[in-house]
């Protein structure tokens, strides 16, 4: 897939920038079986608008279009600022009835479960195959995520129906050695995930194959990052609150120094 790459960042973002904090390295997705469906709140509930999101989710067996979005590496969903973080379901194509999970490692070391049951009701869903859990634009709060963490999401194909394989965004660790989620940068806070839940290569069976179609809609979601974080993950130079403020204290310093320059008496 082709990535669009931003250019033209403004001087000041480009010249001022606090130290990183390095978050780690993902690795393969651990998925527990003590997680419990959080709380699902309503797209009015939430305050969140789905409807400029379903343009990005393509119809079956139909590769993800890049649509002119900028590509990240969903291996390094690396936060630099605190944010509360949500993620809400965009829409989903699938037989399976999969489960979406996610761990926060580095400053803040949380996991759970995020949808139990993905499943579409109602109008406007890509497939509707069984169950009847969510509707588009259900939102979970996963809670405040400190700068210097990891972000990383799985995927457990079929899970509620019993399903066993795990994909997440390390493409080595998956069973069948491949990728199974693409990331883009959507809107100013929104990172997109597409999920691919069948094993194996596009078309193959026999085995373990699954005669994937390799669309990525079969779990379709936003996850809200921030305005911040977000222009990090682009290769923005995000400055530290910190240095902004010590920046517009040497500002207004500079400013009385010169008041005092053209008026002696003072």
Not at 12 to 32: C, D, E, R, V, Y
Not at 57 to 78: G, W, Y
């Amino acid at each position: 897939m082709k990535s669009k790459f931003l250019t033209g960042f403004a001087v000041t973002a480009a010249t001022m920038t606090g130290a990183l904090i390095h978050a780690p390295s993902a690795s393969a997705f651990n998925w527990s079986s003590s997680w419990t469906q959080p709380t699902i709140y309503s797209k009015e509930q939430a305050g969140f608008d789905d409807a400029p999101y379903q343009k990005y989710v393509q119809q079956e067996r139909v590769a993800i279009p890049n649509s002119e979005q900028f590509l990240l590496d969903p291996t390094k969903l690396n936060l630099k600022f605190a944010h509360d973080v949500s993620v809400s379901f965009i829409n989903e194509g699938a037989g399976f009835r999969n489960q979406l999970a996610f761990t926060s490692t580095g400053t803040t070391n949380t996991s759970g479960l995020i949808f139990n049951d993905i499943s579409c009701s109602g109008a406007g869903c890509v497939g509707a195959w069984g169950g009847n859990a969510l509707k588009l634009g259900d939102t979970v709060k996963l809670g405040n995520i400190n700068g210097g963490s990891l972000l990383d999401f799985g995927l457990k194909a079929n899970g509620f129906s019993g399903g066993t394989n795990i994909f997440g965004t390390q493409t080595g660790q998956n069973a069948d050695g491949l990728q199974h989620v693409v990331a883009y940068a959507i809107g100013t806070r929104h990172i997109l995930l597409g999920f691919e839940d069948l094993y194996g290569a596009l078309g193959a069976t026999g085995g373990k194959n699954q005669n994937s179609d390799r669309d990525f809609n079969d779990a379709v979601f936003v996850v809200d990052v921030g305005e911040k974080n977000l222009r990090v993950l682009k290769g923005e130079k995000v400055p530290e609150p910190s240095i902004v403020l010590s920046l517009l204290g040497l500002g207004a310093a500079g400013l009385v120094a010169r008041r005092r320059q053209n008026n002696p008496a003072e």
